[in-house]
């Protein structure tokens, strides 16, 4: 049961709506190069899933001796943007244990790649991959954090919330899958992409 639970951690509805609040948060607090890097190191994370996806449904493209079709998104995801979001509320609290937060949050989202290899969500090679790129963007995006104490306004912390009920609610109505479907069949030129489980 509660792998289920650490399995919608790395919902992009969830995911999503966390970054963009991270995106705003920065920017309230005036770590404007921060925020810049941050939009960088996390689409430069999900763009790479969303090519490896595109690649496996328009062309096949897909590495068989590991059982590797695509990375995963949800274990990039958390990967992501749980360690960033724990840091920085952790950052007000004790400067000097934001680290560990950061590092919490990598666990986390350890813990969530491995459920969705133990759910048969993913396979351990998806699962790793994706967990990655999405340490990767958190990674790079720390190291231009942790030199600035980062201190939003309370307006900061309100814009943010609401930057991230305004996404998750978009998120509802964005159809992601179709549209990758539909992005790899009109690169590819074939008329119907291929069957997966779950990517």
């Known amino acids: 049961m509660y792998q289920s639970y650490l399995i919608s951690l790395g919902d992009l509805r969830l995911t999503a709506a966390l970054a ?3 995106v705003v948060w920065l920017v309230a607090a005036r770590a404007y190069r921060a925020a810049c890097w941050w939009c960088v190191a996390y689409g430069g994370a999900l763009g790479a899933v969303a090519a490896s996806k595109i ?17 995963s998104g949800h274990a990039a995801g958390t ?3 749980l360690p960033i979001v724990l840091y920085l509320l952790a950052m007000p609290i004790v400067r000097s244990k934001a680290n560990f937060a950061l590092a919490a949050g990598w666990m986390i989202s ?12 993913h396979s351990s090679s998806e699962a790793l ?10 990674a790079v995006s720390w190291s231009r954090m942790r030199r600035k104490l980062i201190l939003p306004s309370r307006g900061g912390v309100g814009a943010a919330l ?3 009920t305004v996404i998750a609610s978009g998120m509802q109505v964005v159809p992601v899958g179709p549209l990758m479907s539909k992005t790899a069949l009109a690169l590819s030129g074939e008329h119907r992409t ?6």
């Open 55 to 71: 690649l496996y449904l328009g062309w096949g493209l897909q590495i068989a001796a590991v059982q590797f079709k695509a990375a």
């Open 129 to 138: 991959a994706g967990w990655c790129l999405g340490m990767l963007a958190s």
């Open 79 to 81: 990967a992501a943007v």
């Open 20 to 22: 963009g609040a991270v």
């Open 110 to 121: 350890a813990a969530v790649a491995f459920a969705l290899v133990a759910h048969d969500e």
């Open 194 to 199: 291929h069957a997966w489980n779950d990517c």
């Open 162 to 164: 609401a930057m991230m």
